[in-house]
């Protein structure tokens, strides 16, 4: 399944990553002439320019304005996303700007570490280097440096830090290797998988090397052979040589252009482009992102408007300033190059840009089909990698819903397998299957599963954003529960829609074993819209004054988990946090951050009954483009940092928890949040011995849609398939799902009785 693409800047500290980022985009991460100004990855949406379908004068209808014909597509061009000027697209694309490597990292020097972690998920990279000279290997100020070995040795903890995981375990891999008979691609993509790999990529690793031992024999030399050619095909590179403004920079740039090949260079200056943006914004100057010229009021007054633009006027100071950039920056390379710095890490990762369209002789995208001659076109583009299939993108665009039939331009059909590229395939409409009309519910208590595609969904989130915008809609959740069965004790005060926030706890649930429950809750006063869903039967309860989400396990349930043995394992007390909005304990306040930070994500909020949730800092929300003020990996590094609601490493007491999807297994344009059972790493989530079970997010309705996540698609303990997959988890899945469970239940413990057959042999 692909997910949409994720580049990250990196490089040794001080070498303008984060300045980088605020160029590319509308945030302002914090910048610094200190190494390590970053800690925490700051992620941001860019804008990529690309030639929007609009402008192919080959499609029907697509002629120049005549009164007679209808209007012209790239006059009809209006993106959901992003923008569409003359024919040039800017689409969407997700950056991430991780903390400053040093020599070493790889050992845990500097931020060492956490920061390549940070890494994982990234499809390309940029590494930023300051070509000023200015800064030493470590980032500290200095002058005369050479930037020139930085490529290399950067390049080269990448590939330590990859190897040195691997070697971990290498032994027990060949053993393993051999016993189950496993190809060199299943074997390694076990390893690989957590850096978002997947079998093609390894593949295309093995491919390229043609090794002629099979892996059990593979040296020291080879692995390491191995692990750099898969570096190459996991990370393509650019490389951005920043700070182009300084005087020293000519010569340090010379040098770095004889020894690497020219198509992974660019030169930049991140900072004059914040610095235009910024003037910009502020009316003293005419700039577009990325353009070669900037006109201040004098300029266009000269030009021949005598109003200057309505620009305010500049002082000697900032003209000087603005004539010097000019001069060393725009002038000279035309343009501050950091679009180009983009353009480039696209070109490296192979990216198509692919243009649904719900009406493929119109190309409109309304409900209705769109298909007037006036009507907007081409309203979604998503990005996908070169070699991307029909299917991936019906998949990423469509989710789960099964296919009938796909269709292009012409209303001719394309098959699943075709490949899509700039100009082929590329202009799709999907058909999937029609969805059989759900038997109605009783509205009572539960709240009907709505399937929604996602960008069905997109089209809901912006629609509720405008709906926020104009009146806060107060958000009583309706309950949901995904067991029919569930015995809600549901007493009056429950009843229908308009529950009472004060009482925004559902009595005692109790439900089946395997099967969850979810409550949406309404903090009063704070607007945060909590839900939980748990994969275990959890219940609440009124007690001492505060009100307790407890997990109960069955008499006969047993668990290797100390914390899941205790009956009524009290994990937090949520009116103890809706009673403070201004906390005095620094675990409520943290919560409550955390809380804060998902809301504003748009996301949801976990709060689950189980004890030991963790949860991951590399959340991906491509397509949540609300303001967000602050990101999710800001409230997973609060709980990552430890505290009463702490992840696991640090407390087994923790109930609060935003699960963030990620993932190359997830539908990619999934959004909610996803909560797991406990005790299962989420770094990386591929990893799971087992999965989640759902996803859900608030709908412009009020009601919490749910979509229940096919197991399927996690990587597990198992055999993995030629798909990546494991058999095991599918299994489960599969027999989870369509409710009979008593079968699922009956595999796990086949599957259980077998593991332990292997361990004991
Ligand atoms: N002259 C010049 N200075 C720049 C440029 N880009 C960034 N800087 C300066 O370089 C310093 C470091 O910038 P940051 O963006 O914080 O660097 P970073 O790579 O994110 O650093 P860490 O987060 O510490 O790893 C700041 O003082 C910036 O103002 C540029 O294009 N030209
Ligand atoms: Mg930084």
């Not at 024919?87 to 020599?103: C, F, N």
């Not at 692995?223 to 000519?250: G, R, S, W």
């Not at 958000?475 to 009056?492: F, I, K, V």
């Not at 344009?669 to 999965?691: C, E």
Request: glycine share 10%; net charge negative; aromatic share 6%.
């Amino acid at each position: 399944m692909p997910r949409d693409p994720l580049i990250a800047l990196v490089g040794k500290p001080s070498s303008g990553k984060s300045t980088t980022l605020n160029s590319l985009t509308d945030t302002t991460a914090k910048v610094g002439n200190f190494p390590f100004t970053t800690i925490d990855p700051n992620r941001a949406i860019g804008y990529l320019h690309l030639p929007c379908a609009c402008s192919r004068t080959s499609l029907p209808n697509n002629i120049p304005p005549s009164p007679s014909a209808p209007t012209p597509l790239h006059l009809r061009c209006k993106p959901n996303y992003g923008a569409c000027l003359d024919g040039v697209r800017s689409v969407p694309i997700e950056l991430l700007d991780v903390a400053g490597l040093v020599p070493g990292a790889h050992l845990g020097k500097g931020l060492g570490n956490k920061f390549l972690d940070d890494l994982r998920h990234a499809d390309a990279l940029i590494h930023v280097v300051d070509v000023s000279g200015t800064t030493d290997q470590e980032g500290k100020a200095t002058r005369g440096y050479d930037p020139s070995a930085d490529i290399a040795w950067l390049r080269d903890e990448i590939v330590r830090w990859v190897l040195g995981n691997l070697m971990l375990k290498w032994g027990g891999l060949k053993r393993r290797h051999t016993a189950i008979k496993a190809t060199a691609v299943e074997t390694l993509q076990g390893q690989f998988s957590g850096y978002g790999s997947t079998s093609a990529v390894v593949a295309r690793t093995l491919d390229r090397l043609a090794l002629k031992q099979p892996l059990q024999d593979w040296d020291d030399k080879t692995v390491e052979l191995v692990v750099n050619t898969f570096v190459d095909e996991k990370f393509p590179t650019v490389i951005a040589l920043n700070k182009i403004d300084h005087p020293d920079a000519d010569k340090n740039v010379a040098k770095i252009a004889r020894a690497e090949p020219a198509e992974r260079l660019v030169l930049c200056s991140a900072i004059s482009e914040v610095f235009l943006r910024r003037l910009a914004k502020q009316g003293f100057v005419k700039y577009s992102p990325g353009s070669e010229t900037v006109d201040t009021r004098e300029d266009l007054v000269e030009q021949g408007d005598p109003d200057g633009g309505g620009l305010k006027e500049t002082d000697e100071k900032l003209r000087t300033r603005i004539e010097n950039l000019k001069d060393m920056v725009l002038y000279r390379f035309g343009s501050t190059g950091v679009n180009q710095v983009l353009t480039r890490a696209s070109e490296v990762l192979g990216l198509v840009p692919v243009f649904p369209v719900r009406n493929i002789a119109s190309f409109g995208s309304g409900d209705g089909g769109g298909a007037g001659e006036r009507a907007a076109v081409f309203r979604d583009c998503v990005l996908v990698k070169k070699g991307s299939t029909v299917g991936d993108v019906y998949r990423k665009v469509m989710g789960d819903a099964p296919m009938a039939y796909v269709e292009t331009v012409g209303g001719v059909r394309v098959g699943e397998d075709d490949e899509v590229g700039v100009g082929k395939n590329d202009i799709l409409s999907f058909k999937p299957e029609p969805i059989p009309p759900v038997a109605p519910q009783t509205p009572r208590l539960y709240a009907p599963v709505i399937p929604v595609t996602p960008l069905q969904e997109r089209r809901r989130r912006r629609a509720r954003g405008a709906m926020d915008a104009a009146a806060p809609q107060p958000y009583w959740g309706r309950y949901l529960s995904l067991d029919d069965e569930a015995s809600w004790d549901a007493d009056d005060e429950y009843e229908g829609e308009n529950v009472s926030p004060r009482t925004m706890l559902p009595p005692p649930i109790f439900g089946r074993r395997g099967r969850g429950h979810i409550a949406p809750i309404d903090i009063p006063g704070l607007g945060h819209r909590v839900a939980g869903i748990a994969s275990r039967p959890w219940a609440a309860e009124r007690r001492d004054g505060g009100v307790y989400l407890e997990q109960r396990l069955e008499d006969d349930e047993t668990s290797s988990d100390d914390s899941m043995r205790t009956p009524h394992h009290i994990i937090c007390s949520i009116e103890d946090i809706l009673a403070s909005p201004s906390p005095q304990s620094p675990a409520h306040r943290q919560a409550l951050t955390i809380l804060d930070a998902g809301v504003d994500m748009g996301v949801g909020l976990g709060i689950t009954g189980l004890p030991t949730f963790t949860m991951s800092s590399r959340s991906r929300f491509p397509e949540v483009h609300c303001p967000v003020r602050r990101p999710v990996s800001m409230a997973a590094s609060l709980v990552d940092e430890g505290s009463a609601f702490g992840g696991r490493r640090r407390s087994r007491d923790s109930g609060i928890g935003i699960f963030s999807l990620e993932l190359s297994e997830y539908p990619p344009s999934s959004k909610g949040f996803v909560l797991a059972p406990p005790q299962r790493p989420v770094h990386p989530v591929s990893s799971w011995s087992s999965s989640p079970f759902g996803i859900l997010w608030p709908a412009a309705s009020g009601a919490l849609e749910y979509a229940s996540v096919p197991m399927r698609r996690y990587v597990g303990n198992g055999r993995v398939d030629a798909q990546g997959r494991r058999e095991r988890v599918s299994r489960f899945v599969e027999a989870g799902m369509d409710g009979s469970e008593e079968q699922a239940e009956e595999e796990e413990e086949e599957e259980e009785e077998e593991e332990n057959d292997k361990r004991v042999t």
